[in-house]
């Protein structure tokens, strides 16, 4: 069964900054990557960011190039999601998912097989 940890939301201040973390269990040791999707109260669920857990290529949405950063821990199953200078446009419910067996990083939700329960993060002064 696979399990999922996740942590690091929060409320901040415009220009603050987080770090999500995913941890994960009871994964087959070769699948193919993690995303990070949020979802804001009347909007559709968007992809933020996605790393490849096999060679650790990384794929960002256009609105947080430059400020967010994924990064994974191979050791602990742990994949992070660095957010710097945030905006309230950033103010969602952050779910980490798996991407099982794929060869081209993307948003698709359709190829994410497991989700996360999520985390809140709210940007607000």
């Known amino acids: 069964q696979v399990q999922f940890v996740e942590s690091g939301g929060g409320l901040v201040q415009p220009g603050g900054s987080l770090r999500l973390s995913c941890t994960t269990s009871?994964?087959?040791?070769?699948?193919?990557?993690i995303g990070w999707f949020r979802q804001a109260p009347g909007k559709e669920r968007e992809g933020v960011s996605c790393?490849?857990?096999?060679?650790?290529?990384?794929y960002y949405v256009d609105s947080v190039k430059g400020r967010f950063t994924i990064s994974r821990d191979k050791t602990s199953n742990t994949v992070y999601l660095q957010m710097n200078d945030l905006k309230p446009e950033d103010t969602a419910v952050y779910h980490c998912?798996?991407?099982?067996?794929?060869?081209?990083?993307?948003?698709?939700?359709?190829?994410?097989?497991?989700w996360g329960q999520g985390t809140q993060v709210t940007v607000s002064s």
């Open positions: 009871g994964l087959h040791l070769d699948y193919y990557a």
């Open positions: 998912a798996t991407y099982l067996s794929g060869t081209v990083l993307g948003f698709l939700v359709n190829d994410y097989d497991y």
């Open positions: 790393i490849s857990v096999r060679d650790g290529s990384t």
